[in-house]
């Protein structure tokens, strides 16, 4: 009987072993959610089935002088209150041209972004970005990086505890002196806060790398080492035309979004010591035309990029 009992109590603790090895399985520290423009997102069941608590949208500077983006914007909000979704409302240019918008003066930015704020921190918005891709050709920040620096500082009284995304960058060769110009706009008191600084980082999922993430990372945090990171933009691209070109730099293919879309979640959790949040954009896709990175159709059903999506996001936070 000895051999038996010894054979029963083996199984016994391998059993038992099995079950916390599977209850341990690592959750990333990274919180997920969606960007978009479309308040009809939160109507979908599609997406009502993800309960997700987090969404992105941007808007123009001066929206506030627009009836037609204030009642988008209004609507968004709107909708994603009622299905109990924050949303990070990020700042952005009027004129997606490259190069041909119009750089705001603070004096500006206070009025128009202040009198955005004024608009929907009442109705429930609480989290901020300064300026959406600052360093980008299409932005009227890209190549004044001083400018960016004083839009924080009048952000932060413009919106006293609310959380701030302070600088919100596209992976390039510049990254370096942009972002060293736009601390040094910064008070010294102000360099040594927790900064909140927004990476947009296509590239690695779909190019199959990490090098835009890890070196954005290492570049800004050697230069200021509170850094805390959100990725506000990413996704596996369906379909990108060049903005004010006919040059198609990526061919409409849902098979490789699909991939890119599983890499999303593979890069972040690499790197879920310092990214606190990832933002995929976005939900509605525009059935390949102009830029695509849609998890749904136009029409709103499920491409196999959304059907990735769902897998990932069982390994993170809400």
């Given amino acids: 009987m000895r051999p038996s009992r010894f054979l029963l109590l083996a199984l016994l603790a391998l059993a038992c072993g099995?079950?916390?090895?599977?209850?341990?399985?690592?959750?990333?520290?990274?919180i997920v959610g969606i960007g978009d423009q479309q308040a009809s997102m939160?109507?979908?069941?599609?997406?009502t089935t993800l309960h997700l608590k987090h969404t992105r949208y941007f808007i123009p500077w001066n929206a506030i002088d627009n009836p037609g983006a204030l009642a988008k914007a209004d609507a968004f909000v709107a909708a994603a209150t009622k299905a109990k979704v924050s949303v990070l409302m990020h700042?952005?240019?009027?004129?997606?041209e490259p190069e041909e918008a119009k750089l705001p003066s603070v004096t500006q930015?206070?009025?128009?972004?202040?009198?955005?704020?004024?608009?929907?921190?009442p109705r429930g918005v609480r989290e901020w970005g300064v300026w959406n891709e600052a360093n980008h050709r299409t932005q009227p920040t890209f190549d004044n990086p001083k400018r960016a620096g004083q839009f924080y500082l009048s952000m932060r009284k413009l919106c006293p505890g609310c959380k701030i995304v302070a600088l919100d960058i596209l992976y390039s060769l510049n990254i370096r002196p942009y972002f060293k110009t736009w601390l040094s706009a910064?008070?010294?008191?102000?360099?040594?806060?927790?900064?909140?600084?927004?990476i947009h980082q296509y590239t690695d999922p779909n190019d199959n790398s990490t090098k835009a993430t890890s070196t954005t990372i290492r570049i800004l945090r050697a230069q200021a080492r509170t850094t805390r990171f959100w990725i506000t933009e990413t996704g596996g691209l369906a379909f990108v035309r060049l903005a004010g070109t006919q040059k198609v730099q990526r061919s409409c293919?849902?098979?490789r979004q699909a991939a890119a879309?599983?890499?999303?979640?593979?890069?972040?959790?690499?790197?879920?010591?310092?990214?606190?949040?990832?933002?995929?954009y976005s939900w509605s896709g525009t059935d390949c035309t102009g830029f695509d990175a849609g998890l749904v159709n136009a029409s709103g059903t499920a491409r196999p990029a959304y059907?990735?999506?769902?897998k990932g996001l069982k390994g993170f936070k809400k």
């Fill in 42 to 47: 939160f109507s979908n069941p599609l997406y």
């Fill in 91 to 96: 700042i952005s240019t009027d004129n997606f």
């Fill in 261 to 280: 879309t599983k890499r999303t979640f593979s890069v972040a959790k690499a790197f879920d010591k310092d990214v606190e949040r990832m933002y995929t």
């Fill in 253 to 255: 293919n849902l098979v």
């Fill in 109 to 121: 930015y206070n009025k128009k972004v202040g009198a955005l704020v004024n608009r929907y921190r």
């Fill in 307 to 310: 059907k990735e999506f769902v």
């Fill in 186 to 198: 910064l008070p010294k008191k102000e360099r040594t806060r927790a900064l909140t600084i927004g």
């Fill in 18 to 30: 099995a079950v916390p090895a599977t209850a341990q399985a690592k959750t990333a520290n990274v």
